[in-house]
């Protein structure tokens, strides 16, 4: 099916380690992009991307690491984990025209101990 | 930062009844959107409004735009229990890429 494919759905760290959450979309969409949704904070953007080999910061991109090498693709890297990084992230592409809207995946829950 | 605020944050209705949720913004738009998020899921996108429209319809859904007041709203006709979810509306920040989504308004359909 089409879409975007997040993994894993689930994941616990402790303090300081480092992972990397998977986003995988298959429409060819040009634009990606990854948000963490915290209760009463709604969705922020972290990092976002217009294209392979492009990327730019968000609202929240302190802590977080992403690249694009191709189209299909963009990782999100948590280089030292920490607590405030508990969070359901979620990925997100749409085409490059911003008369689209964003077809979401369905997030991986992060618990960072 | 430009970024939608939702109005009310929860409302609770009957099934049938219509439910009206708002969004008002502070600057100029070139589109505005909306989604919806069930409960441990993903976003789904509802509807794109772009700033030139007034009005636009999907199903039981509609969405209206007045720029002049910098509002929108959206309108879920003949509610369902399955309409329980909470609604967001996003709109780009500035020139830019990055779209901001407000934070929602959680919709319960009582059966």
């Known amino acids: 099916n089409a879409g975007v494919t997040q993994t894993p759905k689930f994941q616990v760290l402790k303090t300081g380690q480092s992972m990397t959450l998977q986003c995988a979309q298959d429409?060819?969409?040009?634009?990606m992009s990854w948000y963490r949704q915290d209760p009463g904070m709604g969705l922020r953007l972290i990092h976002y991307?217009?294209?392979?080999?492009?990327?730019d910061q968000g609202e929240v991109p302190n802590g977080y690491n992403v690249s694009r090498s191709t189209t299909e693709d963009f990782p999100l890297r948590l280089l030292s984990a920490a607590p405030s990084q508990t969070s359901v992230y979620f990925c997100?592409?749409?085409?490059?025209?911003?008369?689209?809207?964003?077809?979401f995946g369905s997030g991986t829950r992060l618990t960072v101990v | 930062s430009q970024q939608g605020e939702e109005d009310p944050q929860a409302l609770s209705i009957q099934e049938g009844e219509n439910a009206t949720m708002n969004c008002s913004y502070k600057?100029?738009?070139?589109?505005l959107q909306w989604y919806r998020q069930n409960s441990g899921r993903g976003l789904v996108h509802l509807i794109l409004?772009?700033?030139?429209?007034r009005e636009k319809h999907s199903g039981r859904l509609r969405v209206t735009l007045d720029t002049s007041k910098k509002s929108s709203s959206l309108l879920i006709t003949a509610s369902r229990a399955a309409d329980t979810a909470s609604y967001f509306c996003?709109?780009?920040?500035?020139?830019?890429?990055?779209?901001?989504f407000g934070k929602g308004t959680k919709l319960t359909v009582n059966p």
């Open positions: 997100a592409s749409r085409p490059l025209d911003r008369g689209h809207g964003y077809t």
């Open positions: 429409m060819n969409h040009e634009y």
């Open positions: 991307s217009v294209g392979a080999g492009i990327t």
């Open positions: 600057t100029s738009i070139n589109n």
């Open positions: 409004i772009r700033s030139n429209e």
């Open positions: 996003a709109l780009f920040q500035g020139g830019s890429e990055k779209l901001v």
